[in-house]
């Protein structure tokens, strides 16, 4: 990577997402010292921007006459012919069989080698085909439905300020955001909105005296005012992103990359070959978001002078099986393999048939694949249905198999040990009604890597978290419909309610003055509020959550 000088970093630098110094209170850290140790685990999200074409990156092996009645001048050809499919699995049975694009060589490889698993018919209720609404919705966790259509912040963001809210004061961002300059909503957490960098375009191993030397020299003295607050903010935020930056650097200048491995020059191979270097320098990062575009393949496909499957479609699968073969082998060749899994996804998949421009259209469902050498090699579900591809609905597959969801929680619980209560947290409870047990994608996570129920981590206050002296416990929380305040002893007056942006809402006063008091929440809407408990010896807040 060449160095960045002064002005190019400017303006990027002060785009970055900044990490707020109150520290989000509601959590805490629990565990047991017979668990296995995860906090070395990390995802790493590669966003297939514009809906890739699921339908050419893995064909149904059993329905090929179907599949190129549909599409007969894009259809790829058939295993065993020249520049044909791949056949990743000839030990399944037949209609289990599946062809790789032949551009998917890298996955091939990964799979024989146990690392790629395959998850059939992947989207969501209610398809929404914008590209816009529907990587959002993908990023916050939502769906087609009006309930869940328009959430304001993103799954990765939820997970990461309860999961690892010990670490929200961390000298490490907790998320790490490459090949795009716009921030990503899936990192905008529901409390904190500054756990994650946005590093697109800068030089990692710099970074730190970069932006550690820009904006000048602060202001001596403060004025006590909202001016001075504001002034303020920005310092402290200043001051934590030059310790992210000092982080990031760092760790990639200690990191190195695995002479094994020689990575393609392309932006994704790039992008992970940086991510590599983060994690084998020892950066704590948790989540990683890295992006490679030009998915939206409405033409030119494949060539118009060719039969083989030579075209644009092909150059991005070489571009992305390449970088994600490199990388997998990178973190395996520096024995850190055991600690990553990587996780492709597009925002739908694109219709059946094609359509009049060497091209597909927007569709619904489509595969996903899970890389990894904590992931069981194989395949979750059956092959896609094409019967029900008519022209009724212009050839649109629409069975979903796995909502996304499932996918992140089966890796969020088996793999980081997430309780139930945070990944109802995480995804709102809305996926899969909390019986997550009985609708994990089954066998994703290997045995000797799956975290054992008894050692979920549930960072969530519970009855149990009473505390000596004049402290308050607020339980349950989250809570459906009341909640009710101990204070040990401390005459309670009044509870107060406040959004998370503190605007007051509602207040109850305590007539007995007790040192217990329940309040009604089934009025509030679901989210995070402050409450405010006035006792004897002073006033005190909690941060608490409501739900359905």
């Given at each position: 990577?060449?160095?960045?000088?002064?002005?190019?970093?400017?303006?990027?630098?002060?785009?970055?997402s900044l990490l707020p110094t109150e520290v989000f209170a509601l959590f805490k850290s629990a565990g047991m010292t017979t668990c296995p140790d995860v906090n070395a685990k990390k995802i790493v999200l590669i966003q297939l921007s514009g809906a890739n074409d699921g339908l050419n990156t893995l064909v149904p092996l059993n329905q090929y006459d179907a599949?190129?009645?549909?599409?007969?001048?894009?259809?790829?050809?058939?295993?065993?012919?020249?520049?044909?499919?791949?056949?990743?699995?000839?030990?399944?049975?037949?209609?289990?069989?599946?062809?790789l694009h032949p551009s998917l060589?890298?996955?091939?490889?990964?799979?024989?080698?146990?690392?790629?698993?395959?998850?059939?018919?992947?989207?969501?209720?209610?398809?929404?085909?914008?590209?816009?609404?529907?990587?959002?919705l993908?990023?916050?966790?939502?769906?087609?439905?009006?309930?869940?259509?328009?959430?304001?912040?993103?799954?990765?963001?939820r997970f990461l300020e309860s999961y690892y809210s010990n670490f929200l004061t961390a000298d490490f961002p907790l998320g790490i955001q490459l090949g795009s300059s716009d921030n990503s909503l899936g990192f905008h957490g529901e409390v904190e909105h500054g756990m994650s960098i946005n590093i697109n375009g800068q030089d990692p191993s710099g970074f730190y005296s970069i932006v550690n030397g820009l904006g000048g020299a602060p202001p001596t003295n403060i004025p006590n005012s909202e001016y001075g607050n504001l002034i303020q903010?920005?310092?402290?935020?200043?001051?934590?992103?030059?310790?992210?930056?000092?982080?990031?650097?760092?760790?990639?200048?200690?990191?190195?990359?695995?002479?094994?491995?020689?990575?393609?020059?392309?932006?994704?191979?790039?992008?992970?070959?940086?991510?590599?270097?983060?994690?084998?320098g020892g950066l704590q990062t948790k989540v990683y978001l890295v992006k490679i575009g030009g998915f939206d393949t409405h033409d030119a496909q494949v060539a118009t002078n060719t039969t083989t499957h030579l075209g644009d479609h092909a150059d991005l699968l070489t571009q992305v099986s390449e970088a994600i073969n490199c990388f997998i082998t990178d973190l395996n060749s520096q024995n850190l393999g055991d600690d990553v899994i990587a996780v492709p996804f597009s925002e739908f998949g694109r219709k059946a048939g094609e359509n009049g421009n060497l091209g597909t259209d927007h569709g619904e469902i489509a595969p996903m694949f899970v890389f990894g050498k904590s992931i069981n090699p194989g395949i979750s579900g059956t092959n896609i249905n094409l019967s029900e591809a008519v022209l009724a609905n212009n050839f649109q597959v629409q069975t979903v198999q796995h909502d996304y969801r499932r996918v992140f929680s089966t890796i969020l619980q088996d793999w980081f040990g997430a309780s139930n209560q945070t990944l109802d947290l995480t995804f709102y409870d809305h996926t899969i009604n909390s019986s997550?047990?009985?609708?994990?994608?089954?066998?994703?996570?290997?045995?000797?890597?799956?975290?054992?129920?008894?050692?979920?981590?549930?960072?969530l206050l519970t009855v149990n978290d009473f505390v000596k002296g004049n402290d308050i416990v607020v339980y349950p929380n989250p809570s459906f419909?009341?909640?009710?305040?101990?204070?040990?002893?401390?005459?309670?007056?009044?509870?107060?309610v406040y959004s998370i942006d503190g605007k007051?809402?509602?207040?109850?006063?305590?007539?007995?003055?007790?040192?217990?008091?329940?309040?009604?929440?089934?009025?509030?809407?679901?989210?995070?509020?402050?409450?405010?408990?006035d006792t004897n010896y002073g006033s005190f807040t909690k941060k608490v959550i409501v739900r359905r």
């Open positions: 990577m060449k160095r960045r000088n002064f002005i190019q970093l400017t303006a990027s630098a002060s785009a970055l599949y190129a009645s549909l599409r007969p001048n894009i259809k790829l050809n058939n295993v065993g012919a020249s520049n044909g499919l791949i056949n990743l699995d000839t030990t399944l049975a037949l209609e289990n069989q599946v062809g060589t890298g996955f091939k490889s990964l799979y024989d080698s146990g690392f790629m698993r395959v998850i059939q018919g992947v989207g969501y209720p209610s398809q929404d085909k914008s590209h816009f609404k529907s990587t959002d993908w990023l916050t966790g939502g769906d087609g439905t009006q309930a869940n259509n328009n959430l304001e912040s993103g799954w990765m963001g903010f920005i310092l402290d935020s200043d001051s934590e992103t030059n310790i992210y930056a000092q982080a990031i650097s760092t760790a990639f200048n200690s990191g190195t990359n695995s002479t094994a491995v020689t990575y393609p020059s392309t932006s994704l191979a790039n992008q992970l070959k940086s991510v590599a270097r983060f994690i084998s997550y047990a009985n609708n994990k994608v089954s066998d994703l996570i290997k045995t000797a890597n799956t975290v054992p129920a008894s050692c979920y981590t549930d960072s419909e009341s909640i009710s305040i101990n204070t040990n002893n401390n005459p309670i007056y009044v509870v107060s007051f809402i509602t207040s109850y006063k305590n007539p007995m003055s007790s040192d217990n008091f329940t309040i009604n929440v089934q009025d509030l809407a679901v989210g995070l509020y402050t409450i405010k408990v």
